[in-house]
Protein backbone atom coordinates (compact mmCIF):
# COMPACT_ATOMS: atom_id res chain seq x y z
CA UNK A 1 0.00 0.00 0.00
CA UNK A 2 1.25 3.38 -1.22
CA UNK A 3 1.30 6.37 2.34
CA UNK A 4 2.09 9.70 1.83
CA UNK A 5 3.59 11.96 4.61
CA UNK A 6 2.15 14.79 5.22
CA UNK A 7 5.25 16.74 7.08
CA UNK A 8 4.25 19.91 9.39
CA UNK A 9 5.13 22.12 12.53
CA UNK A 10 5.11 20.53 15.49
CA UNK A 11 1.91 22.18 17.72
CA UNK A 12 3.96 23.78 21.27
CA UNK A 13 0.97 22.41 22.61
CA UNK A 14 0.20 18.73 23.91
CA UNK A 15 -3.29 19.58 24.10
CA UNK A 16 -3.40 21.17 20.64
CA UNK A 17 -0.97 18.38 18.87
CA UNK A 18 -4.06 15.72 20.24
CA UNK A 19 -6.78 17.50 18.81
CA UNK A 20 -4.63 18.18 15.33
CA UNK A 21 -4.31 14.40 15.48
CA UNK A 22 -8.06 13.83 16.11
CA UNK A 23 -9.50 16.01 13.48
CA UNK A 24 -6.55 14.51 10.61
CA UNK A 25 -7.89 11.24 11.72
CA UNK A 26 -11.41 12.45 11.12
CA UNK A 27 -10.13 12.61 6.56
CA UNK A 28 -7.93 9.39 7.02
CA UNK A 29 -4.64 9.72 8.22
CA UNK A 30 -4.18 6.77 10.54
CA UNK A 31 -0.52 7.44 12.06
CA UNK A 32 1.66 9.87 13.34
CA UNK A 33 4.76 10.55 14.64
CA UNK A 34 6.98 13.61 16.11
CA UNK A 35 10.24 14.22 14.82
CA UNK A 36 12.14 17.18 16.41
CA UNK A 37 10.19 20.19 15.61
CA UNK A 38 8.05 18.13 12.72
CA UNK A 39 4.98 16.55 13.20
CA UNK A 40 4.82 13.47 10.41
CA UNK A 41 1.39 12.57 8.97
CA UNK A 42 0.67 9.54 7.24
CA UNK A 43 -2.29 8.59 4.77
CA UNK A 44 -2.84 6.06 2.15
CA UNK A 45 -1.97 7.83 -0.93
CA UNK A 46 -5.68 6.94 -2.68
CA UNK A 47 -7.22 8.86 0.41
CA UNK A 48 -5.65 12.12 0.76
CA UNK A 49 -7.75 15.22 0.05
CA UNK A 50 -5.59 18.57 0.11
CA UNK A 51 -8.43 20.66 0.35
CA UNK A 52 -9.64 18.67 3.18
CA UNK A 53 -6.41 19.03 4.95
CA UNK A 54 -6.95 22.73 4.07
CA UNK A 55 -9.57 22.67 5.92
CA UNK A 56 -8.47 21.36 8.90
CA UNK A 57 -6.02 23.73 8.81
CA UNK A 58 -8.26 26.75 8.59
CA UNK A 59 -10.87 25.91 11.63
CA UNK A 60 -10.42 28.48 14.57
CA UNK A 61 -8.99 26.24 17.43
CA UNK A 62 -5.87 25.42 15.23
CA UNK A 63 -5.25 29.28 13.48
CA UNK A 64 -2.28 29.13 15.73
CA UNK A 65 -0.81 26.53 13.51
CA UNK A 66 1.64 27.30 10.73
CA UNK A 67 -0.36 26.29 7.28
CA UNK A 68 2.60 24.98 5.31
CA UNK A 69 3.14 22.08 5.22
CA UNK A 70 4.70 19.44 2.60
CA UNK A 71 3.54 16.14 0.86
CA UNK A 72 5.92 13.47 -0.48
CA UNK A 73 5.16 9.44 -1.06
CA UNK A 74 6.10 6.89 1.14
CA UNK A 75 5.69 3.10 0.15
CA UNK A 76 6.57 -0.33 1.85
CA UNK A 77 8.50 1.03 4.93
CA UNK A 78 9.45 -1.36 7.38
CA UNK A 79 7.16 0.23 10.29
CA UNK A 80 8.97 -2.00 12.90
CA UNK A 81 11.81 0.12 11.90
CA UNK A 82 10.25 3.62 12.56
CA UNK A 83 8.74 2.83 15.45
CA UNK A 84 12.32 1.53 16.77
CA UNK A 85 13.51 4.55 15.62
CA UNK A 86 11.26 7.31 16.76
CA UNK A 87 10.62 5.00 20.31
CA UNK A 88 7.65 4.79 22.58
CA UNK A 89 8.20 4.75 26.13
CA UNK A 90 6.60 2.07 28.32
CA UNK A 91 3.50 2.73 29.97
CA UNK A 92 1.83 1.88 33.57
CA UNK A 93 -1.97 2.20 32.32
CA UNK A 94 -3.28 1.08 35.67
CA UNK A 95 -1.51 0.92 38.65
CA UNK A 96 -0.39 -2.30 39.48
CA UNK A 97 -2.51 -3.59 37.29
CA UNK A 98 -1.97 -3.45 33.36
CA UNK A 99 1.61 -2.12 31.28
CA UNK A 100 2.16 -1.80 27.72
CA UNK A 101 5.64 -1.90 26.32
CA UNK A 102 7.22 -2.86 22.62
CA UNK A 103 9.19 -5.87 22.09
CA UNK A 104 12.28 -4.09 22.41
CA UNK A 105 11.73 -2.69 25.89
CA UNK A 106 12.89 -4.85 29.08
CA UNK A 107 9.65 -6.29 30.98
CA UNK A 108 8.04 -3.60 33.24
CA UNK A 109 7.69 -5.30 37.18
CA UNK A 110 4.82 -5.15 39.57
CA UNK A 111 1.94 -5.07 37.25
CA UNK A 112 -1.02 -7.83 36.78
CA UNK A 113 -1.04 -7.73 32.87
CA UNK A 114 1.76 -6.85 30.51
CA UNK A 115 0.96 -6.30 26.58
CA UNK A 116 3.41 -6.43 24.21
CA UNK A 117 2.78 -3.98 20.95
CA UNK A 118 4.77 -3.46 18.32
CA UNK A 119 1.99 -1.65 16.54
CA UNK A 120 3.72 -0.83 13.06
CA UNK A 121 1.42 1.40 11.05
CA UNK A 122 -1.49 0.48 13.17
CA UNK A 123 -2.33 3.09 15.85
CA UNK A 124 -2.65 2.02 19.19
CA UNK A 125 0.55 1.79 21.91
CA UNK A 126 -0.95 2.34 24.62
CA UNK A 127 0.49 6.05 25.11
CA UNK A 128 -2.48 8.01 23.71
CA UNK A 129 -5.28 9.17 25.77
CA UNK A 130 -8.44 7.71 23.88
CA UNK A 131 -6.64 4.01 24.31
CA UNK A 132 -6.04 4.51 28.11
CA UNK A 133 -9.48 5.56 28.53
CA UNK A 134 -10.56 2.62 27.11
CA UNK A 135 -8.42 0.13 29.10
CA UNK A 136 -9.16 2.06 32.28
CA UNK A 137 -12.92 1.45 31.63
CA UNK A 138 -12.56 -2.18 29.67
CA UNK A 139 -10.61 -3.01 33.46
CA UNK A 140 -13.76 -2.08 35.37
CA UNK A 141 -15.82 -4.88 33.39
CA UNK A 142 -15.78 -8.49 34.68
CA UNK A 143 -14.90 -9.87 31.23
CA UNK A 144 -14.67 -13.96 32.18
CA UNK A 145 -16.20 -15.80 29.76
CA UNK A 146 -17.15 -12.50 27.80
CA UNK A 147 -17.94 -12.33 24.42
CA UNK A 148 -16.05 -9.14 22.64
CA UNK A 149 -16.21 -7.30 19.26
CA UNK A 150 -12.84 -4.77 18.99
CA UNK A 151 -14.82 -2.12 16.09
CA UNK A 152 -11.40 -0.37 14.61
CA UNK A 153 -8.97 -2.48 16.33
CA UNK A 154 -5.61 -0.51 14.97
CA UNK A 155 -2.81 -2.54 16.62
CA UNK A 156 -4.84 -4.93 18.55
CA UNK A 157 -4.50 -4.13 22.56
CA UNK A 158 -8.11 -3.85 23.40
CA UNK A 159 -8.51 -7.23 22.35
CA UNK A 160 -5.50 -8.39 23.89
CA UNK A 161 -6.53 -6.93 27.28
CA UNK A 162 -9.77 -8.59 27.33
CA UNK A 163 -8.74 -12.39 26.42
CA UNK A 164 -5.60 -11.76 29.27
CA UNK A 165 -8.95 -10.41 31.33
CA UNK A 166 -10.92 -14.16 30.60
CA UNK A 167 -12.66 -12.97 27.85
CA UNK A 168 -14.55 -16.11 25.96
CA UNK A 169 -13.85 -15.05 22.49
CA UNK A 170 -13.01 -11.59 21.02
CA UNK A 171 -13.20 -10.71 17.09
CA UNK A 172 -11.01 -7.51 16.08
CA UNK A 173 -11.86 -5.94 12.84
CA UNK A 174 -10.37 -2.98 10.72
CA UNK A 175 -10.27 -2.03 7.69
CA UNK A 176 -7.06 -1.42 7.42
CA UNK A 177 -4.70 -4.30 5.80
CA UNK A 178 -1.66 -3.19 7.98
CA UNK A 179 -4.02 -3.58 10.67
CA UNK A 180 -5.55 -6.34 10.80
CA UNK A 181 -1.94 -8.34 10.21
CA UNK A 182 -0.64 -6.21 12.95
CA UNK A 183 -3.10 -7.11 15.02
CA UNK A 184 -2.93 -11.04 14.65
CA UNK A 185 0.94 -10.58 14.97
CA UNK A 186 0.56 -8.98 18.41
CA UNK A 187 -1.93 -11.28 19.46
CA UNK A 188 0.28 -14.43 19.02
CA UNK A 189 3.35 -12.44 21.03
CA UNK A 190 0.75 -12.01 23.71
CA UNK A 191 -0.05 -15.67 23.52
CA UNK A 192 -3.72 -14.89 23.02
CA UNK A 193 -6.32 -15.84 20.30
CA UNK A 194 -8.10 -13.26 18.52
CA UNK A 195 -10.50 -13.82 15.31
CA UNK A 196 -9.30 -10.44 13.25
CA UNK A 197 -11.30 -9.57 10.13
CA UNK A 198 -10.08 -6.98 7.19
CA UNK A 199 -13.46 -5.20 6.56
CA UNK A 200 -15.48 -1.83 7.69
CA UNK A 201 -18.86 -1.84 9.79
CA UNK A 202 -20.56 -4.36 7.01
CA UNK A 203 -18.42 -7.06 8.31
CA UNK A 204 -20.33 -7.18 11.32
CA UNK A 205 -23.14 -8.87 9.65
CA UNK A 206 -21.19 -11.69 9.58
CA UNK A 207 -20.06 -11.58 13.63
CA UNK A 208 -22.75 -12.97 16.46
CA UNK A 209 -23.78 -10.24 18.93
CA UNK A 210 -21.15 -10.02 21.60
CA UNK A 211 -21.43 -9.08 25.44
CA UNK A 212 -19.09 -6.18 24.74
CA UNK A 213 -18.59 -3.91 22.20
CA UNK A 214 -15.75 -1.81 21.74
CA UNK A 215 -14.58 0.85 19.39
CA UNK A 216 -12.38 3.78 19.87
CA UNK A 217 -12.11 5.47 16.52
CA UNK A 218 -13.77 8.84 15.99
CA UNK A 219 -17.04 11.03 16.32
CA UNK A 220 -18.11 10.72 12.97
CA UNK A 221 -17.72 7.11 12.00
CA UNK A 222 -19.32 5.85 15.46
CA UNK A 223 -22.44 8.27 14.83
CA UNK A 224 -22.76 6.94 11.62
CA UNK A 225 -22.31 3.54 12.40
CA UNK A 226 -23.90 3.86 15.65
CA UNK A 227 -27.27 1.20 14.97
CA UNK A 228 -24.78 -0.96 13.79
CA UNK A 229 -22.95 -1.29 16.40
CA UNK A 230 -26.04 -1.68 18.60
CA UNK A 231 -27.38 -4.31 16.27
CA UNK A 232 -24.15 -6.76 17.20
CA UNK A 233 -24.64 -5.84 21.36
CA UNK A 234 -26.93 -8.31 23.18
CA UNK A 235 -29.79 -6.92 25.30
CA UNK A 236 -28.22 -5.61 28.30
CA UNK A 237 -24.53 -5.86 26.74
CA UNK A 238 -21.95 -3.43 27.34
CA UNK A 239 -20.47 -0.31 24.98
CA UNK A 240 -17.58 1.37 25.41
CA UNK A 241 -16.63 4.74 23.01
CA UNK A 242 -13.80 6.67 22.39
CA UNK A 243 -11.79 8.77 19.85
CA UNK A 244 -13.51 12.37 20.80
CA UNK A 245 -13.67 15.28 22.85
CA UNK A 246 -15.34 16.24 25.51
CA UNK A 247 -17.23 19.06 23.18
CA UNK A 248 -18.31 16.21 21.25
CA UNK A 249 -20.19 14.28 23.48
CA UNK A 250 -23.69 15.99 23.65
CA UNK A 251 -23.69 14.90 19.66
CA UNK A 252 -22.58 11.24 21.14
CA UNK A 253 -25.67 11.27 23.85
CA UNK A 254 -27.81 12.31 21.46
CA UNK A 255 -27.36 9.04 19.37
CA UNK A 256 -26.75 7.04 22.22
CA UNK A 257 -29.94 8.13 23.17
CA UNK A 258 -32.07 7.86 19.84
CA UNK A 259 -30.60 4.10 19.58
CA UNK A 260 -31.77 3.12 23.27
CA UNK A 261 -28.77 3.31 25.16
CA UNK A 262 -27.95 4.64 28.62
CA UNK A 263 -25.12 5.83 30.25
CA UNK A 264 -22.99 4.35 32.69
CA UNK A 265 -20.14 6.56 33.32
CA UNK A 266 -17.28 8.36 31.61
CA UNK A 267 -13.69 9.35 31.90
CA UNK A 268 -11.79 12.76 30.71
CA UNK A 269 -8.64 12.29 29.68
CA UNK A 270 -6.05 15.38 29.21
CA UNK A 271 -6.38 17.48 25.77
CA UNK A 272 -10.02 17.24 26.43
CA UNK A 273 -10.80 13.29 25.01
CA UNK A 274 -13.23 11.39 26.32
CA UNK A 275 -14.05 7.51 26.69
CA UNK A 276 -17.63 6.56 27.48
CA UNK A 277 -19.70 3.67 28.78
CA UNK A 278 -23.08 2.47 27.79
CA UNK A 279 -25.45 -0.55 28.39
CA UNK A 280 -27.95 -1.86 25.64
CA UNK A 281 -31.43 -1.64 26.88
CA UNK A 282 -33.08 -2.88 23.77
CA UNK A 283 -34.56 -6.22 24.85
Same mark, same amino acid.
Given at each position: ??????????????????????????????????? /?????? *?? $??? %??????????????????? +???????????????????? #????????????????????????????????? $??????????????????????????? @? +??? !?? /?? /??????? *? =????? @????????? !?????????????????????? %???????? %? &????? &??? =?? &???? &????????????? #????????????? !??? $????? @???? *??????????? $??????????? %???
Amino acid at each position: MKYLKVSMARPSEEWLRDILIQKLGDIGFDSFHEE /GEELLC *YI $PKE %QFDGQALAVVLEEEILTEL +SKDFTVTEEEDLNWNEEWEK #HYFEPVEIIEGELAVRASFHKPVEGVRHEIIID $PKMAFGTGNHATTQAMLTLLSQINLTG @A +SVI !DM /GC /GSGILGI *Y =AMKRG @ARKCVSVDI !DEWSVANTQENANVNGVELTVI %QGDVSALK %Q &IPRSD &IFL =AN &INRN &IILDDLEQYVNRL #HPYGIMLLSGFLV !DDL $PLIMD @AVTK *YNLTAAGHIEM $PGGWLAVRVVN %QNA
